[in-house]
């Protein structure tokens, strides 16, 4: 499973990066960690005549912390996260996902940045950024832009990158000290990618709730009932009632979201969102 | 065909070579530096066959471009010869019977190496979740997990004897292509 | 067995492990020969299609080879003496038809692989389209598809069993039970995929070819009948192999394209296969469908059994198993360790558009143990008994050996019984029970489940003869030749890819010899280098290649003696071996002192002996009926009816193969053959669509157990020695990967029986456990979902 030919580039700068994108009319892809991008190519699924590898370009390795959030480039690798070696601004949910990514020597590799571009339906990081409401930050040759997380991702592997745009910046508010945070992951088998995914961040001194439901067929789902339940049911014992409130909840999201799903994927989602949310309000 | 030249240390020595851009790391380091240790058992990230160490933090070679690891100190199964902590973890492997065939093993052995030196070589339940990237078709893991449990307690020993000493494995900050 | 300490019964190191922690091992892709091309095959997109022609531009002609080039080669055909057996033609590269996704069409040769795989992906092949056979029972209603235009229908053999009154059994019967059991597609799936690197060696005037193959010298034999080529210029070697499991002891149309055309060039051609060509056109594994009646009395003893046995077998009749063979084994295994004589079976081998089929570790005895093992404990919840006693009180006792089966299998000693009463025990049934009063356990649903089996090893010529294959693997040779310096070279037939079998073999010698098991180097893999050999499947290496061994060396044996009670000039009667040495009453003779005198200073040998310490013999087990390993597997699991996922809370194996030469060794053949059977069980399918395009083709796909989906094993051993064979030995290599589909599947079950759910199908995913809760759900009598 060899890749058919294709041409690198290795720019310095994010400008130079952007500009060989767009001579690249389309068949210029930007590289990261290569994770995801090298297999495909190998696997000669993705029609690219020219590699642009942003490996180089030191910016984008960067994070830098300010009031409120923290802006992480979009090269800062999982591992970095997983290691402690940048700043959570999330009080250790980031650091925890990051350490569940696939398997170390791909996280030692694969970016944050890299995963959000790509937007891979089961990607943590997909469904995780649109839970912390995060803010993409985008670069191309016409300049630089900010899209939410939640506009960023809109389907199985489709963004609001323009083809000859970068992914720069993920730029992830602080979470407050009462912020209350869940997530589960069901994989059929270790580091493999998740059938379904579930993050829950609450922070209630910013009157923050968020449920989102990731490795659907499209676009992580913002679930605002579920959300609603979990709000209601923090601060309280859980109990089997709360359990079912947001197990109907979350139903009811899954049924409005117009998915293609089956019986058996809305039951591997709600009980996802409802594991999630569990463990949000009992931490 | 377009080709880039490289350049790049393997096993501490440098290499110069003429690549074309779509080389993985793992064939070059197998068909033009002739270090055949490093198997291929998927060419899609998931086997973990193919593990090497890439600016001393371990990466799978099948899916890293030879071109984009310029200027990068590599270090394959044959780079690991006097390496005392990977001594300490082939004993292990040939006392537990932690291999049969064979050809999961460099890779194997590589990730064991990095799981001791970063500490994450707990009990079976963390030791197996270290190993989840690391295929095994013939022994079950049993033997496997074993020898993680025997290599963490000789290395407690030789550090405690002063006999090996240990600096962490290097971490990277960012995808270096 | 007692004897130096490293010797049969030693957990001693294995020898080979030096180069492969090295990285030294030299695996089929790491052999490197000067002007090597590397070959790309270009695989047929589709699953049936007539080829109206490929389109080679004239500037790659002889870089692209079809069937034309390949005219005087002959098609693979594997037969069989079965009345209605059909055979099918495999021509190395397709000739007019295309039959499976997958099927090779050309071979593209450049200086690199992926020069070559530009080459396949720049071609264009003109298609006619034909429609798809997929499904095993649709391909035999009389309007399907034919796979083989020339065949009336799909099947490719039809028999049937009859052992016993039926009738009777039926009248008697106070319990009928009646099931489907299915499994789906999978795969041997070993880490290193196939590969062949060929070229034509001037000096030698031979063909040589290189594969990643678990029997050189039957490859050696079919090639040189399909390339029309004397035996005696062709050299087939087998390097180090990174596993088999089955799928590289068969003859691939690859090995025979690679090595036709290496006879066509001047330059050496290499074929390494990759995953993705491994999971679509290697030899696929156990596509079973059965159907199970089972007649028995109030307590649950067997009457008898009745029995359909259908099995997808693919496109083509893989050499020289047949297509045929997955569904006899099964039929002829499915009374497995139980006294029954009552057994009739229908056994269908069914022709489709896919890869084609070819044994997997266990073979058929995967299937017939899930088929049996469920139905006993369907029978054992219909007469309200514990499973794991009614299998005891149905089960061949030790006083019954040897015991001739329904279908003619000769068990020849054990106690069956007692493997489940060590199993349940260990497993605490009782306990189990009180823990599942309790209710779930987070939601979870704990269940216990057992499997029993019998696995027939190192069966030799009366039994492979009965089968009808045009090849008879009843026997195996060794040369031991000692070095002039004293240490043992032993040559084998069979092939070494992680059975630990350089170190095995060497322990078998210390135990005729007294040599250190580190002196002893073993040569296997190369037909230029052994005697005539089978090679490594079915369970049959140490006891075969064991046997040949011991039988040499004690040849050597009594020559070593000879010449040392002459070199220490004291009667033979007064000499002993020990330590590598003749020790007689005054002094020591080391072998090398021996090896020496008997190669080069001759002149010190005592009158008419010969010089030389070089024997060749073979070996043949004394029965050929088989030594039958067996063992019982009990599964503690729990399951989640919300995310419908199954954990594997504890696994217990009791197991007996006789005289253990290796423990580590063997202990580490059932885990890793656990961990297979797990996979089957739990995780591994190849499915295909409805146009017969298959739909798992990489590991993101198709999911291999990784170290955090097994279980800690725990491991019990019962020995009784097998009264036929060197030493007691019975081989082991299958039995691991046999019973866990069963014992799974009945854990799976029992945990589910309060929710009136049953899944009968492997893998048992999510997806499955979810279907079958919510048709238990649906049922009358039931809670809607």
Known sequence: MKP?????????????????????????????????????????????????????????????????????????????????????????????????????????????????????????????????????????????????????????????????????????????????????????????????????????????????VGATEGAPVVMERAAEAMRRAGGQAWSAAAEERVREAAAADLAGAGLDQDAFAADMHAASAVAAIREAVRR | METMDITLRINGEPVRARVEPRTSLADFVRERCRRTGTHLGCEHGVCGACTVEIDGAIARSCIALAACCEGAEIRTIEGFDDDPVMRIVREAFRDTHGLQCGFCTPGMLITVRDMLLRDRAGDARRIRVELSGNLCRCTGYAGIVRAVELAAQRLAQERANGTVVTRAAGRAMSGEG | MSGPPRAIGASVRRNEDGRFLRGGGQYLGDIALPGTKDVAFLRSPLAHAAIRGVDIPDELRGRVHTADSLAEVKPIVAVSSAPGYRRSEHFPLARDKVRFVGEPVAMCVADTRAEAEDLAQSLLVDFDELPAVVDMDRALEPDAARVHEDWPDNRVLESTIQAGDLAAAKAAAAVVVRRAYRLNRHASVPMEGRGVLAYFDSRQDELVVYSSTQFPHLIRTILAEYLGMPERRLRVVAPDVGGGFGVKSNLHPEELAVAALALRVDHPVRWVEDRREHLLASQHAREHAYRVTAYADARGRLLGIEADVRVDAGAYSVWPWTAAMEAGMSAGIIPGPYDLGVYHARVVTVATNKSPLG??????????????????????????????????????????????????????????????????????????????????????????????????????????????????????????????????????????????????????????????????????????????????????????????????????????????????????????????????????????????????????????????LDVTTVYEPGASTGAYSYGTHAALVAVDPGHCGVEILDYVVVHDCGTVVNPMIVDGQLIGGVAQGIGTALYEEIPYDEYGQPLASTFMDYLLPGATEMPEVRLAHMNTPSPHTAYGIKGMGEGGAIAPPGAILNAINDALAPLQAEVNETPATPRRLHAALRAAARRPGGERA
């Open chain 1, 4 to 212: 058919a030919p294709f041409e690198l580039a290795r720019p310095a700068t994010l400008a130079e990066a952007a500009r060989r994108l767009r001579e690249g009319d389309g068949m210029a892809r930007a590289m990261a960690g290569g994770q995801s991008l090298v297999p495909m190519l190998n696997l000669r699924l993705a029609p690219v005549d020219c590699i642009v590898d942003l490996g180089r370009i030191a910016e984008l390795r960067e994070v830098r912390a300010e009031a409120g959030s923290v802006t992480f480039g979009a090269c800062v690798t999982h591992a970095a996260i997983e290691d402690g070696l940048a700043h959570d601004p999330t009080g250790g949910l980031m650091r925890r996902i990051a350490g569940g990514i696939a398997y170390r020597a791909v996280r030692n590799r694969g970016t944050l940045g890299g995963s959000l571009a790509l937007s891979d339906p089961s990607a943590e990081w997909v469904s995780l950024m649109m839970a912390l409401d995060a803010t993409i930050g985008i670069a191309g040759v016409d300049g630089e832009r900010e899209v939410p997380a939640r506009e960023f991702t809109l389907g199985a592997y489709t963004t609001a990158l323009a083809e000859d745009e970068i992914l720069a910046t993920v730029r992830v508010p602080v979470l407050g000290p009462d912020a209350r945070h869940g997530s589960f992951k069901m994989c059929r088998k270790t580091g493999e990618f998740a059938q379904s995914l579930a993050m829950a961040v609450s922070d209630p001194g910013l009157h923050y709730a968020r449920v989102v």
């Open chain 3, 359 to 612: 044994p997997y570790r266990g073979v058929g005895r995967t299937g017939a143990c899930l088929a049996i093992e469920r139905t006993i404990d369907e029978v054992a919840r219909a007469v309200g008994r514990e499973a794991w006693e009614v299998r005891m009180e149905n089960m061949v006792r030790k006083d019954q050996m040897p015991y001739r089966s329904a279908t003619g299998k000769v068990y020849d000693s054990g106690d069956y019984p007692e493997s489940v009463r060590m199993a349940a025990r260990l497993m605490d049934v009782a306990a189990v029970r009180a823990r599942q009063a309790q209710g779930p356990e987070s939601g979870r649903h704990i269940g216990v489940g057992f499997a029993s089996y019998t696995e027939q090893t190192a069966h030799g010529t009366v039994e492979w003869a009965a089968r009808g294959l045009p090849l008879v693997f009843g026997y195996e040779s060794a040369t031991a030749r000692m070095t002039p310096d004293g240490d043992l070279v032993l040559e084998v037939g069979v092939q070494n890819h992680g059975q630990g079998l350089e170190t095995t073999l060497a322990q078998v010698a210390s135990e005729e010899l007294g040599i250190d098991p580190g002196r002893v180097a073993v040569r296997h893999g190369d037909t230029a280098l052994s005697p005539y050999g089978m090679g490594t499947f079915a369970s049959r290496s140490m006891v075969m290649a064991g046997g040949a061994v011991s039988r040499a060396c004690r040849l050597l044996r009594e020559k070593l003696l000879r010449i040392g009670a002459h070199l220490l000039q004291e009667s033979l009667d007064d000499v002993v071996l020990e330590n590598a040495g003749v020790r007689g009453r005054g002094g020591r003779a080391e072998f090398a002192e021996i090896a020496l005198a008997a190669c080069v200073r001759t002149e010190r040998l005592p009158p008419g002996e010969d010089p030389g």
